[in-house]
């Protein structure tokens, strides 16, 4: 993965991350910000945002995302998808009713969620939620956008550094 930049986040920037992630994922969020912030540009509107050398969360486009490896300390809502679709799931394709087994009913539309494996219960891809929760489990369509999957060039990223 080519990068473009990589720069120390200054204090008004750092600011402006703070309120951005505290917005999203609640108060307590806003303590995993301390420490050396980086920012890693890899061009096509994505970032990583390093946090001591830990890559703790990603931007694609104008949205924040969490990194799989972050997950303990940023909690999102799961949905559980059957181990047939696991394989497709991480290599990048996107999540679809049938495949989902359960889902939070509180996941609103537009919303970050974890995708989870059904036997283990691990979480497997980061996506944004197309449909409410409640509507997830369904004959057709596609249900979320997966944007960062077990094996992606991101997570080789985070297990360098």
Known sequence: MPIKRRYHVRKALLKQLTQEVVKKFGENTAELLKGAIEVIELGES????????KALLFRLSDEIFPTLKSLDRIPLKRVAIDMGAVPHVVNGADIMAPGVISADEEITLGESVVIVDERHGKPIAIGQALVPGVEMRGPKGKVIKNFHYVGDEMWQFQAKS
């Open 46 to 53: 994505r970032e990583i945002i390093l946090v001591d050398g």
